[in-house]
């Protein structure tokens, strides 16, 4: 099998920049097909910029983005858009269209891409609602659900089009143990036994140890380690261990750079 | 002093690049009226919005309006024993500049901001972001059916204005200081000319509500997606769109008027 059909994403020395920040310098990894990849780092480390860069909302300084054979910056608007259709995106806060409920929030993009007639429609819209647990929830308007269910929703519209990949924007930020216990269930159990791919970004280790198959750290702009999960817990970086472990001291201080303590505080008296 | 260049510099620079975003995004909305053409639905739900949410606000206040002209044109006139012209007085001035320059105004404190906090909020919560990953033209599907709206209710709303003040101009001027009922109307009748008068003022406010809608859909599309930011669009919607309209109201008087 060639490198391009077992992988369904590589990123090739990516650099991307925010104004004077480097948020990546030269980070390449690879994404295999039917497998849960996740992405992992501390907060502000650009995990949700490396979506948006796979899913061509931004554009990287250099390096190349391959998702299923095409150079995702290289396409004009209306392939990328074509593209897009077979990649879903689960944002952290679910992005339901709030002046739609819950069923034509799942129709949309049914509705936008296909001509399908509108039993069909439905049919296919309460299947989607009735994997991801809330077909009777489906009148409910966005403003109503809890936010776990709001994530479901979302979730439901996101294999709508029943794309190739799924790309989960930290799942599980802000959930109670039930409903993240939910929506760990349902990333594994959709990506089984819909022969998808996903990628999860996210900072709750336990969670996404649990059912990621390989996971990337990242942190100031490239890839710390990477490795099974299993392999990530015998490392001996101890980077990797504060991460995986939350200690509050280690390579990555507990204070922010300043100037020596003392000399500080005394530079206040007179 | 050197610092005072730098400032001006970047705030020069931050302008242009506003203008050149701003006309492209005109563009990009301009191009979706085909996607709006096959979804007629989306551009009757914000006409109902825009247009008909604003009637009760425009009908008070262009009563107010009228009835303050009646007086006011009344003890003017009447001073050189004109007050059978009360009804041009009134009309030509609600026509001509109160009816399309107030109603704009209105239009951009009513609906403006109220498009550009529900853009905002868009772009906060990712809903443009997440349209945009369904491959769906978030510029077409929840701009261009907004900006037509507003461009199709402008000048209606600007005519709704008129008409209830010269009713309320009525109201004063016959009704309560005695003005004589049909030189009021015959005088209108013959001085208000339909072409010069009533087209100039809807060409104005066809121009207004241009101007006020793009403003309010390019503040939220641009605003930065935080409450701040949101909460600062809001402000320069309103702000820009009242200097926007009285800047052109200017302009568009001395070519239509100046004759």
């Known amino acids: ?147 776990g269910m709001a994530r479901r929703v979302a979730l439901a519209r996101a294999i709508a089009l029943d794309p190739l990949m799924i790309m989960y924007d930290e799942p599980f930020t802000g959930q109670d143990p039930i409903s993240m216990g939910v929506l760990v269930h349902l990333i594994k159990s959709l990506n089984q036994i819909l022969g998808l791919t996903s990628i999860i970004v996210s900072h709750d280790v336990r969670e996404t140890a649990e059912i990621a198959d390989y996971i990337y750290l990242l942190a100031d702009g490239k890839i710390i380690a990477q490795g099974a999960p299993r392999e990530l817990e015998q490392s001996d970086s101890a980077w990797v261990q504060q991460f995986l472990h939350g200690y509050a001291d280690g390579p990555v201080h507990f204070h922010y750079s300043a100037d020596e303590y003392f000399a500080d505080l005394l530079s206040g008296v007179n | 002093m050197l610092n005072f260049f730098t400032e001006l510099g970047s705030a020069t620079r931050e302008a242009f690049g506003k203008i050149g975003r701003g006309t492209f995004f005109l563009l990009h909305a301009l191009s979706g009226f085909g996607y709006v053409g096959l979804r007629p639905r989306l551009l009757l739900k914000q006409m109902y919005s825009v247009g008909v949410l604003s009637f009760l606000i425009i009908s008070i206040s262009g009563l107010f309006v009228g009835m303050v002209l009646g007086l006011q044109g009344f003890y003017i006139l009447s001073d050189f024993g004109a007050e059978e012209s009360l009804g041009v007085m009134v009309a030509a001035s609600l026509v001509r500049e109160l009816g399309p320059v107030v109603s704009a105004l209105l239009f951009a404190g009513r609906a403006g901001s109220a498009l550009t906090a529900e853009i905002g909020l868009m772009k906060a919560t990712e809903q443009l972001s997440g349209m945009e990953m369904m491959a769906v033209d978030p510029v077409k599907r929840i701009i261009t059916p907004r900006f037509l709206a507003g461009l199709i209710c402008m000048p209606l709303l600007a005519a709704l204005f008129s008409a209830i003040g010269v009713m309320g101009g009525h109201m004063i001027g016959v009704g309560m200081l005695g003005v004589d009922d049909g030189s009021f109307w015959s005088q209108m009748q013959s001085s208000i000319d339909f072409r010069h008068d009533i087209i100039n003022g809807m060409i104005k406010s066809l121009v207004f509500g241009f101007s006020a809608t793009l403003i309010a859909l390019f503040e939220g599309y641009d605003c930065l997606p935080t409450s701040e930011g949101v909460s600062r669009a809001t402000t320069r919607t309103v702000v820009n769109s009242a200097f926007a309209v009285l800047g052109l109201d200017f302009i568009l008087t001395a070519l239509m008027f100046g004759d």
């Open chain 1, 1 to 147: 099998m060639s490198n391009n059909e077992q992988n369904i994403v590589s990123i090739r020395n990516l650099c991307f920049s925010r104004g004077a920040r480097k948020i990546f310098d030269g980070v390449s990894l690879e994404i295999p097909r039917g497998k849960i990849t996740a992405i992992m780092g501390p907060s502000g480390t650009g995990k949700t910029t490396l979506l948006k860069l796979i899913g061509g909302q931004l554009r990287p300084a250099s390096g190349q983005v391959i998702f299923d054979g095409s150079d995702v910056h290289s396409l004009s608007t209306r392939e990328l858009f074509n593209l897009r259709k077979k990649m879903g995106m689960l944002f952290q806060s679910g992005a339901l269209l709030t002046d739609m409920n819950v069923f034509d929030n799942v129709a949309f993009p049914l509705r936008e891409h296909t001509r399908l007639p509108e039993p069909l429609i439905r049919s296919l819209v309460l299947i989607k609602l009735q994997a991801v647990g809330l077909r009777g929830a489906r009148m409910l308007m966005p403003n109503e659900l809890s936010g």
